[in-house]
C-alpha cells in the first residue's frame, strides 16, 4: 500500500494523475483534456493488438468509459499509466473471450476479434517468400513485423507491446496484466525468441 | 523507441534488444479527429443511463417485510382484476385510435425528431449560436426532404383540421394503401399507442406548430435541427433524437464548446460550417422500431427502423464505427500498487 506521501508525490508529478483526480471531482473538461491526451497511445496499442484501426478505436473508447464510470471510485495508489494499462489488457482480454464464445455459438469471428489478428493479406505478404533482397520497402518490413507480432499469442503481443510503445517496466507490466514479474520476464522471453525466429531473415537481409 | 523493459531498479534488460529494434517500423497511430468528442459525450450519455438504472436497482431493494407484503399484493391484484374488467367494458375501438391519431402517426418520425414545443423555442431562441444555419451542399437534399415533409404535414394538418373527415373515410383510405405502407403504418401506431399520454400531447402540440406556416420561427428551429441531425453519424442519430429537452440543449452546448476546443488544439474548422456533429452514440446498441411512414428520418439512417438487439452491437464493416456497449459484468478495475515499494 502507497503511504500518503508517496501518493501526494505521484499526483503532483504526474499530469494525468491530476487530470484523474479533477475528473473525479466532476470537472468533465479534464476527461476531455484526460482522452485526448491518452487516445493516440492507446489506439496505437490496440491498433497492433488487433490489427484493425476501427477495432482499436472502439477499444479505446471502452477503456475511457470504464476510466468514466470508475472515476469516484479513483485513488491515487498507482501510477495512472498503469491503471489505465491494467483496463487496457482487461479490454483487450474481453474482446477475446468475446470472440471465442461466438465461436463457440457458431459464429464466424470477425477479422478484428480473432486470435490472429492480423489480416490475411499481411500473412500471405510474409509467408510469399519474397526474399530479404526485395525488404527495400518500408511498408514490407512493417508488413513482415506485423505478421510475427499476430504469430505471438495474446498475452505475448500485449506485454511486448506495453514494453515497447508504452514503455512500461517489467513491474508495470506485470501490474497491468496481473501476473508476477518473473511470469513477465519469462513471457518476454519467449516472445522475443518467436519474433526473432520470424524476423531473423529479414534482419539479417536487411543489414547485410 | 528503443526503450526496453527494465526490472524495478531500472537495468536495462538485454535480451530483448536483438527484435526490439525491428518493431521501431511500426508506426504510431492516430485516433479520428472526432474519436475525443464522440468519447466524451458517449461518457456523459452512458453515466446519465446509469445512474437512472441505479436508481431503479436501489428502489428494487427496498426492503419488505415478508408479513407485510401480502396484503398489498392482494389490493394490487384485486384493483388489477377490476382494472381488466372495467377496462373490457369501456375500452375504445383500437381501429378507432388509430384512425383519430392519423395524421400524427403518419407523420410520427418528424414529430419525434422535432420532439416538443418547448425544445423548439428554445432552439429558435438560441439558433444564431449554433453550426448549420445555412445547410451546406451535403446537406442540401436533406434539407428538402424536410421541406416537402413539413409540406405533407401542412396539408394533412388543414385537412384534419378543416374538413374533419368521418372515421369511415380514413378507414377506407387506409385499406387502399400498399402492404408495405400499411405495415408501416401499423408500426408507427403501435409505437405511437406506446407513448406516454404526455408525449403524445406534446407531439400533438409539436404537429400544430409545424403544420401552421405563422410559426415560422419555430419551424426553421425544427429545420435546422432535422439538419444537425443528419450531419451526424447514422447510428448516433436515434439516441440524439430519444433525448429530452435539456438533454438536446445539453448536447449542443456540449457540442459547440468541444468542437471550439478541438479548433483551438487540432487546426480544425470552427465550430459549425459543415461539420458533422457526432452523437452519444447508441448506449443500448440501437433497438429502434418506430414506424416513418411518411418521414424515414435523416437521410442514411434509412434500410430498415429496427436496430440491433439491446445489448447487441450493430453490424460491423461498414465503414462507420459501432460506438462500444460496455460490458456489465466486470467494473473496472481498482487501481493497484504497483510500484509502492
Not at chain 2, 394503401?177 to 400533438?204: N, S
Not at chain 2, 409539436?206 to 420561427?217: C, G, R
Given at each position: ?46 491498433l ?47 474482446l ?52 510475427a ?13 506495453l ?46 | ?34 474519436m475525443?468528442?464522440?468519447t ?30 401480502l ?9 388489477l ?22 395524421p ?107 403544420a ?7 419551424r ?55 461539420v ?21 428520418g ?31 459484468r ?12
Amino acid at each position: 500500500m502507497a503511504t500518503d506521501s508517496t501518493m501526494l508525490r505521484r499526483t503532483a508529478s504526474d499530469p494525468s494523475t491530476q487530470l484523474m483526480l479533477r475528473v473525479r471531482d466532476g470537472d468533465a473538461d479534464a476527461f476531455a483534456d484526460l482522452v485526448v491526451a491518452w487516445q493516440d497511445r492507446l489506439v496505437t496499442l490496440f491498433l497492433h493488438h488487433t490489427g484493425d484501426h476501427a477495432t482499436a478505436e472502439d477499444l479505446t473508447q471502452e477503456v475511457f468509459l470504464r476510466v468514466y464510470r470508475a472515476r469516484s471510485t479513483y485513488q491515487p495508489t498507482a501510477k495512472f499509466t498503469t491503471w489505465i494499462h491494467t483496463i487496457a489488457n482487461n479490454v483487450a482480454s474481453d474482446l477475446r473471450q468475446r470472440a471465442y464464445r461466438r465461436l463457440e455459438r457458431g459464429v464466424p469471428a470477425t477479422a478484428s476479434a480473432s486470435s490472429s489478428a492480423i489480416g490475411l493479406d499481411q500473412l500471405a505478404v510474409a509467408a510469399s517468400g519474397f526474399l530479404p533482397a526485395r525488404l527495400a520497402d518500408r511498408s514490407e518490413l512493417q508488413a513482415v513485423v506485423r505478421a510475427a507480432i499476430a504469430g505471438l499469442n495474446e498475452r505475448q503481443r500485449m506485454a511486448v507491446l506495453l514494453a515497447k510503445f508504452e514503455q512500461c517496466s517489467y513491474e508495470e507490466i506485470a501490474t497491468a496484466m496481473g501476473l508476477t514479474v518473473p511470469a513477465v520476464k519469462s513471457l518476454l522471453f519467449r516472445a522475443r525468441d518467436q519474433l526473432r525466429v520470424a524476423l531473423e531473415p529479414y534482419l539479417q537481409g536487411d543489414a547485410s | 523507441m528503443s526503450h526496453e523493459p527494465s526490472d524495478g531498479t531500472g537495468k536495462p534488460a538485454d535480451d530483448l534488444h536483438d527484435v526490439w529494434e525491428a518493431l521501431d517500423v511500426l508506426p504510431r497511430a492516430a485516433a479520428s479527429v472526432d474519436m475525443a468528442a464522440t468519447t466524451v459525450d458517449l461518457a456523459a450519455v452512458t453515466a446519465d443511463r446509469r445512474g437512472v438504472g441505479d436508481t431503479l436497482r436501489r428502489g428494487m431493494r427496498l426492503p419488505v417485510s415478508p408479513r407485510g407484503w401480502l396484503r398489498p399484493a392482494l389490493a394490487v391484484a384485486g384493483s388489477l382484476l377490476v382494472g381488466v374488467v372495467l377496462g373490457r367494458v369501456t375500452a375504445p375501438d383500437p381501429d378507432r385510435i388509430v384512425l383519430e391519431s392519423l395524421p400524427l402517426i403518419r407523420h410520427l418520425g418528424l414529430l419525434r425528431e422535432a420532439g416538443s414545443v418547448t425544445f423548439l423555442k428554445s432552439l429558435a431562441a438560441r439558433r444564431s449560436q449554433l453550426p448549420l444555419r445555412q445547410p451546406p451542399g451535403f446537406l442540401q437534399d436533406d434539407a428538402a426532404e424536410f421541406n416537402a415533409a413539413l409540406a405533407e404535414l401542412e396539408q394533412d394538418h388543414a385537412l384534419g383540421a378543416a374538413a374533419r373527415p368521418h372515421l369511415d373515410e380514413r378507414r377506407e383510405a387506409m385499406a387502399a394503401l400498399a402492404a408495405d405502407e400499411l405495415d408501416a403504418i401499423e408500426l408507427a401506431a403501435t409505437t405511437f399507442q406506446d407513448l406516454p399520454m404526455a408525449k403524445r400531447g406534446d407531439l400533438a402540440a409539436v404537429a400544430a406548430v409545424l403544420a401552421n406556416p405563422a410559426q415560422d420561427e419555430l419551424r426553421a428551429a425544427a429545420r435546422l435541427w432535422h439538419l444537425i441531425i443528419a450531419a451526424s453519424d447514422p447510428p448516433d442519430r436515434k439516441n440524439i433524437i430519444d433525448l429530452d429537452a435539456d438533454e438536446r440543449l445539453e448536447w449542443l452546448e456540449r457540442r459547440s464548446r468541444w468542437r471550439e476546443l478541438m479548433s483551438e488544439r487540432r487546426g480544425l474548422p470552427p465550430a459549425g460550417e459543415g461539420v458533422p456533429p457526432r452523437g452519444p452514440g447508441p448506449a443500448g446498441g440501437g433497438g429502434g422500431g418506430e414506424g416513418r411512414p411518411r418521414w424515414q428520418g435523416p437521410r442514411g439512417e434509412r434500410g430498415g427502423p429496427n436496430g440491433p438487439p439491446p445489448g447487441e452491437r450493430g453490424p460491423r464493416g461498414d465503414g462507420s464505427r459501432p460506438r462500444p456497449q460496455p460490458p456489465e459484468r466486470r467494473e473496472p478495475p481498482t487501481p493497484r500498487d504497483s510500484d509502492a515499494s
